[in-house]
């Protein structure tokens, strides 16, 4: 569908460099990342507004990389949705369709069409500065559809709308998408990503640096930018050694880990940092090493438990919040560890500020990265 090769472009001290990715026809694609990175450097040169310095775009095996924004069969909706003032929101989607249809009746026709598929019908006689973000919003997406776009580009389009709003639009483009139209869609927000993306791509400095589904990328981040990216609380950094497990009957304490009963002694790989030491698994060599755990992989309990988990640490919580998911709550076990519980378990745990608990972690379960 839409191939992007080594695609670069530099302004001013920014340089968008060698960005390549392949969208499938009916994809929902997400650029994801913070302000500055060049996901709307990119958007804006896959629709023909910045030119590329090199670089190819093909769309459908059609080379568009020198074609006109209006020939490349691909449709741009802006942030600030970038409607005529002026001009009501039948004028509006209108005048996206000048030189497609032939006669007025049938131009009046396909917007009264449009209109009913963004659900603004009753607000075609309005203008945009009487509308809220996202009935302009939809308004400037029916005008980008009349075009008939093989391929739609959306440019932060959920940013601006209030918490309801941006239900019902996030609604709306899964309805479309359904209806096999390509997007590519640029965020900052991982959460949008996850409810709308079927794979990812994530941009830091000017390139994309891992592609994958959104659920993917938050189970195995392929860098510490990319886990702190999307939401993971707990990094650390340490080195790797080759050491002798300890044995099963090891004393649990803050910080320290005890092994599984199912273990012996074995040269085993050993994370190290200040305050922790933990049991992983990782064909790195001894050396610097970063090591991601996500809150959700970690299980909290009242009294040490036997498990297959290969790491106990012991701790205090000092706080606890409600966050999506369930409850997270913040341990001192000479590090900060966060981890992710349901309100039952809460309940059943009878956890507070200040209960003394241990929280088990599996090694399968934590990312290691070279540091």
């Known amino acids: 569908m839409l191939r992007v090769e080594g695609l670069s472009k530099s302004f001013g001290s920014f340089s968008m460099n060698d960005v390549s990715f392949d969208v499938s026809e009916g994809e929902y694609f997400v650029l994801l990342g913070p302000s500055g990175t060049g996901k709307t450097v990119l ?8 030119e590329a310095d090199d670089g190819r775009i093909t769309l459908n095996g059609r080379d568009i990389t020198g074609e006109s924004v209006q020939k490349r069969g691909i449709g741009l909706v802006f942030q600030d949705q970038a409607l005529f003032p002026h001009m009501t929101a039948r004028a509006n989607i209108a005048y996206g369709l000048h030189g497609r249809m032939a006669g007025k009746n049938a131009m009046q026709a396909r917007v009264e069409e449009l209109a009913e598929e963004m659900e603004i019908s009753h607000l075609l006689e309005r203008k945009p500065g009487t509308l809220s973000g996202g009935e302009a919003q939809r308004v400037a997406l029916a005008r980008a559809l009349g075009a008939e776009p093989d391929c739609l580009l959306l440019d932060e389009p959920l940013s601006s709308l209030d918490t309801g709003a941006r239900s019902r639009m996030r609604g709306l483009l899964r309805r479309l998408n359904r209806k096999k139209m390509t997007i590519i869609h640029v965020t900052h927000d991982y959460e949008e990503a996850l409810s709308l993306a079927s794979r990812v791509g994530i941009m830091e400095g000017g390139r994309i640096v891992q592609i994958d589904s959104p659920e993917r990328i938050f189970r195995d981040p392929g860098s510490e930018f990319v886990a702190r990216f999307v939401g993971i609380r707990n990094f650390f950094r340490g080195r790797i050694e080759r050491q002798t497990v300890a044995d099963p009957g090891d004393h649990v304490s803050g910080g320290d880990f005890s092994a599984g009963a199912e273990h012996v002694a074995a040269a085993e790989p050993v994370f190290i940092s200040d305050g922790i030491k933990l049991d ?19 299980t909290v309990s009242t009294e040490p438990v036997s498990s297959s988990a290969r790491n106990v640490i012991a701790g205090v ?8 998911g369930g409850i997270e709550i913040l341990i001192d076990a000479g590090v900060e560890l966060a981890a992710t519980v349901t309100s039952r378990s809460v309940e059943r745990l009878r956890l507070e500020i200040g209960t003394r608990v241990f929280s088990s972690i599996k090694a399968s379960a934590i990312k290691v990265l070279d540091g």
């Open 43 to 50: 958007l804006e040169t896959l629709a023909g507004m910045m």
């Open 280 to 298: 992983i698994l990782t064909s790195l060599d001894a050396g610097d090493a970063v090591v991601v755990i996500r809150s959700e992989d970690i």
């Open 317 to 324: 919580i000092v706080d606890i919040a409600p966050v999506r």
